[in-house]
T-cell receptor, first 109, second 112 residues
């Protein structure tokens, strides 16, 4: 079966760095996405990786290792507004997105 | 403002009633999707449409139907609602090649 695993909840301190991991087992691979979802709101796109390596976008970076079925989202200089759920999703061989349950990130002052 | 509009935002419905959730996009995206989101679970695909005039079943299609008469509209119908359909429903669209999804604000449905 297809499976996306990510931690349920993480806590970090304002100004610090946090890494949210995602492991996957899917039928084929056509890219991995990270989305941010604030409570009560819709998910919004953060990043896309299809090749191995690190993609950097401001305070957020995303890493992919296809051989290990592994990705992480790195958030630097954490701000209170970064408190949200972070969703990992993999596009499979049918070009359908398989979603993880999300990681709820709590930022403390 | 361009984007996706869903209606209603929230609805309480008696079991057995018929309900249609509306979704309209003005980005001229080819692909549209309906997801449900339940606590502790990932987004689950109900139905999708790769282009106007075509639809397909997702992971959890039972009890739901969709139509895609034109590019902009993609309504989701619950023919006879049951309590297990209590959820938050998100409509989304994308240009198929990029895969980035744009989501509506969601419709919170409670079936009693």
């Amino acid at each position: 079966g297809q499976n996306i695993d990510q931690p349920t909840e993480m806590t970090a301190t304002e100004g610090a760095i946090v890494q949210i991991n995602c492991t996957y087992q899917t039928s084929g691979f056509n890219g991995l996405f990270w989305y941010q979802q604030h409570a009560g709101e819709a998910p919004t796109f953060l990043s896309y990786n299809v090749l191995d390596g690190l993609e950097e976008k401001g305070r957020f970076s995303s890493f992919l290792s296809r051989s290990k079925g592994y990705s992480y989202l790195l958030l630097k200089e954490l701000q209170m507004k970064d408190s949200a759920s972070y969703l990992c999703a993999v596009r499979d061989s049918n070009y359908q997105l398989i979603w993880g349950a999300g990681t709820k990130l709590i930022i403390k002052p | 403002i361009a984007g996706i509009t869903q209606a209603p935002t929230s609805q309480i419905l008696a079991a057995g009633r018929r309900m249609t959730l509306r979704c309209t996009q003005d980005m001229r995206h080819n692909a549209m999707y309906w997801y449900r989101q339940d606590l502790g679970l990932g987004l689950r695909l109900i139905h999708y449409s790769n282009t106007a005039g075509t639809t397909g079943k997702g992971e959890v299609p039972d009890g739901y139907s969709v139509s895609r008469a034109n590019t902009d509209d993609f309504p989701l119908t619950l023919a006879s609602a049951v309590p297990s359909q209590t959820s938050v429903y998100f409509c989304a669209s994308s240009e198929r090649n990029t895969g980035e999804l744009f989501f509506g604000e969601g419709s919170r449905l409670t079936v009693l």
